[in-house]
Antibody
Framework: QVQLVQSGAEVKKPGASVKVSCKAS????????IHWVRQAPGQGLEWMGW????????NYAQKFQGRVTMTRDTSISTAYMELSRLRSDDTAVYYC???????????WGQGTLVTVSS | DIQMTQSPSSLSASVGDRVTITCRAS??????LNWYQHKPGKAPKLLIY???SLQSGVPSRFSGSISGTDFTLTISSLQPEDFATYYC????????FGGGTKVEIK
């Protein structure tokens, strides 16, 4: 069965960076884009970008350009999202997700809470 | 970026009620519109894709429709497990989500 398993919760200081991993299993990792979506406390879902695991190509939301880097390691079927120059308003649950069987985003990781606090 | 305007932002309803949530796109997105249900502490769940196709395993009380750039999610008879926040998302271009609709118990 398809699974996306994310790394554990992180606590970071303002100005630091965080790197969240997303390990895929149960399907061909290089066949489908990985999206990253976040939800800050009391806020809605926010799309951050996607990575094409086959080519490594990326597409970032304008809001995060210059601060986010999405990478992948095909040898271990894992995608990564690194966010730099963290601020308190980056405190959120970060999800990786993929559109595998249908047009919508049908598979999601369990989420990773990133807390930014001094 | 394409803006998705979702309404209402919240609503109160009773079990058995018919509930309608609307999402308007800032430009034509054809049928590239998806609906998600999100509950606290859980990952979002895909309900409807391509505006009106029901995702496998989702109860038939959920349906989606389209009229131009206006999209509607309808829950025909609200059940206790349906109290959650619902989001639309366009996949026509760089993805964007609507602001969400919180469905609360009346």
């Amino acid at each position: 069965q398809v699974q996306l398993v994310q790394s554990g919760a992180e606590v970071k200081k303002p100005g630091a960076s965080v790197k969240v991993s997303c390990k895929a299993s149960g399907y061909t990792f290089t066949g489908y884009y990985i999206h990253w979506v976040r939800q800050a406390p009391g806020q809605g879902l926010e799309w951050m970008g996607w990575i094409n695991p086959n080519s490594g190509g990326t597409n970032y939301a304008q809001k995060f350009q210059g601060r986010v880097t999405m990478t992948r390691d095909t040898s271990i079927s894992t995608a990564y999202m690194e966010l730099s120059r963290l601020r308190s308003d980056d405190t959120a649950v970060y999800y990786c997700a993929s559109s595998i069987a249908v047009a919508g985003i049908d598979y999601w990781g369990q989420g990773t809470l990133v807390t930014v606090s001094s | 970026d394409i803006q998705m305007t979702q309404s209402p932002s919240s609503l109160s309803a009773s079990v058995g009620d018919r509930v309608t949530i609307t999402c308007r796109a800032s430009q034509s997105i054809s049928s590239y519109l998806n609906w998600y249900q999100h509950k606290p502490g859980k990952a979002p769940k895909l309900l409807i894709y391509a505006a009106s196709s029901l995702q496998s395993g989702v109860p038939s009380r959920f349906s989606g429709s389209i009229s131009g750039t206006d999209f509607t999610l309808t829950i025909s008879s609200l059940q206790p497990e349906d109290f959650a926040t619902y989001y639309c998302q366009q996949s026509y271009s760089t993805p964007t989500f609507g602001g969400g609709t919180k469905v609360e118990i009346k």
